[in-house]
């Protein structure tokens, strides 16, 4: 089954589920994120399905739904960096021993369609990622706990302000501007899936980005099994894998967004973001 967020008001979202290609049905949840924390959440899901024949229910057609981020509260974002082979190589790295790990707020996660602001950063990059969302409560947990734990998958863009990433050896600065992390369209959950994912990234149409998570050197489950050993991870948490290569900082010369581009990250199986970018020039330092 698939779980989105829809937007329903200025203010408000609803969890809903997609019955189909092109329609949802919303649950008695504010969000994706919040029908998780029901351990119950699964039967919610199926009562919900089954009275989609009734007729009052809500069903709401893809085309007129607004989608929000799929998890706007979430109480954990945290992110895997350098986790493909040929992403390690191009940043001229070695394969890692252990996860590099950073983490993002919830402030940062915005909706698979929404417009993008970016205000004081002139090298803002791309980094199409595979993302995770945690089902059940984690904690020391061994991988095939972990496993089990996964609710399901989602599309994200860890979006990143290089010239700010690149101020200090710390990323978190260049990695939690607000409003930049776009996530969704939907939730897919684990047990529709069986294999790898295709991880795609687009600018203004071309690909830039290819990579497949089997190639991953810490996979979903193992990473969630290395967190929990020094964080509780809690449903409607979620985790970034990592980006395949090709983002813009790797190019010669690099690359980096306009005012005006499109970003897309597709996930086959899952779906697809579209964010357009507003780029909002930094001022300089002397003015």
């Not at 329903?8 to 290609?21: K, S, W």
């Not at 092109?22 to 119950?40: I, Q, S």
């Not at 998570?213 to 985790?239: C, E, H, K, W």
Request: net charge negative; aromatic share 6%; hydrophobic share 40%.
């Amino acid at each position: 089954m698939k779980l989105a967020t829809l937007r329903t008001g200025e203010n408000g979202t609803t969890a809903a589920l997609a019955m189909g290609a092109d329609t949802y049905l919303p649950l008695p949840a504010t969000d994706v994120g919040a029908l998780l924390a029901d351990p119950d959440w699964r039967a919610i899901v199926q009562a919900t399905a089954a009275a989609a024949a009734a007729p009052d229910s809500r069903i709401v057609s893809v085309s007129a739904a607004e989608l929000a981020p799929l998890l706007p509260r979430a109480g954990k974002v945290i992110c895997c960096g350098l986790n493909y082979g040929d992403h390690i190589q191009e940043m001229g790295r070695e394969l890692p021993e252990h996860p590099t790990l950073f983490a993002k707020y919830a402030d940062t996660l915005t909706g698979p369609a929404d417009t993008i602001e970016v205000h004081g950063s002139a090298r803002v990059d791309w980094e199409a990622e595979l993302a995770v969302v945690v089902g059940s409560e984690l904690f020391r947990a061994d991988e095939d706990e972990a496993q089990q734990a996964i609710a399901g998958y989602t599309v994200a863009n860890d979006v990143s302000m290089r010239d700010w990433q690149s101020r200090t050896l710390q990323w978190f600065q260049g990695k939690a501007f607000d409003a930049t992390t776009p996530v969704g369209p939907v939730m897919v959950t684990a047990d529709n899936v069986d294999g790898d994912f295709e991880v795609r990234g687009y600018v203004n149409g071309e690909l830039v980005q290819s990579g497949n998570t089997g190639t991953l050197v810490f996979g979903p489950a193992r990473l969630l099994s290395y967190i929990s050993q020094f964080t509780i991870l809690r449903p409607g948490d979620l985790v970034l894998t990592g980006t395949p290569g090709g983002v813009g900082m790797g190019m010669t010369p690099p690359r980096f967004l306009n005012d005006g581009d499109v970003l897309a990250t597709e996930i086959d199986g899952i779906g697809r973001l579209e964010n357009q970018f507003r780029i909002h020039a930094p001022v300089p330092a002397n003015a």
